[in-house]
């Protein structure tokens, strides 16, 4: 089970074996270093998102894509046609893709009033 050893453990091997140490002890160990670096690493995201930043990639729509949105909205249209119009008109979401569907147009217009008041 050595190949479940991680950087540092696996260039211990050969110490850990003369100091009396054994590759399952080694492997403990290996898991609770992991576990610990989780626990920070969430600790630490908690501690960010509380200070009000946000996390990850920024997600960026277009106005151009809002304001289309909210025109065909404003026509009548449901939100499968809003994805379709969007879909055929090439307009990216936030995730680079120009495929629209019902649900992602909704929450687009859903996002909007939220943050605009529209």
Same mark, same amino acid.
């Given at each position: 089970?050595?190949?479940?050893?991680?950087?540092?453990?696996?260039?211990?091997?050969?110490?850990?074996?003369?100091?009396?140490?054994?590759? /399952?002890? $080694?492997? !403990?160990?290996?898991? %609770? #270093? *992991?576990?610990?670096?989780?626990?920070?690493? @969430?600790?630490?995201?908690?501690?960010?998102?509380?200070?009000?930043?946000?996390?990850?990639?920024?997600?960026?729509?277009?106005?151009?894509?809002?304001?289309?949105?909210?025109?065909?909205?404003? /026509?009548? $249209?449901? !939100?499968?046609?809003? %994805? #379709? *119009?969007?879909?055929?008109?090439?307009?990216? @979401?936030?995730?680079?893709?120009?495929?629209?569907?019902?649900?992602?147009?909704?929450?687009?217009?859903?996002?909007?009033?939220?943050?605009?008041?529209?």
């Amino acid at each position: 089970m050595a190949s479940a050893l991680t950087y540092p453990f696996s260039r211990l091997t050969q110490a850990a074996s003369e100091a009396g140490v054994t590759l /399952e002890q $080694l492997e !403990h160990l290996s898991a %609770a #270093a *992991t576990q610990i670096r989780g626990k920070q690493s @969430r600790k630490a995201s908690e501690y960010r998102r509380q200070q009000g930043e946000t996390l990850g990639r920024p997600r960026v729509i277009s106005e151009a894509t809002y304001l289309r949105a909210l025109t065909l909205e404003s /026509e009548g $249209l449901s !939100h499968s046609a809003i %994805a #379709a *119009t969007l879909t055929a008109e090439g307009h990216a @979401r936030g995730n680079g893709s120009t495929s629209w569907d019902r649900h992602a147009a909704g929450r687009l217009l859903a996002r909007r009033r939220a943050t605009h008041g529209e």
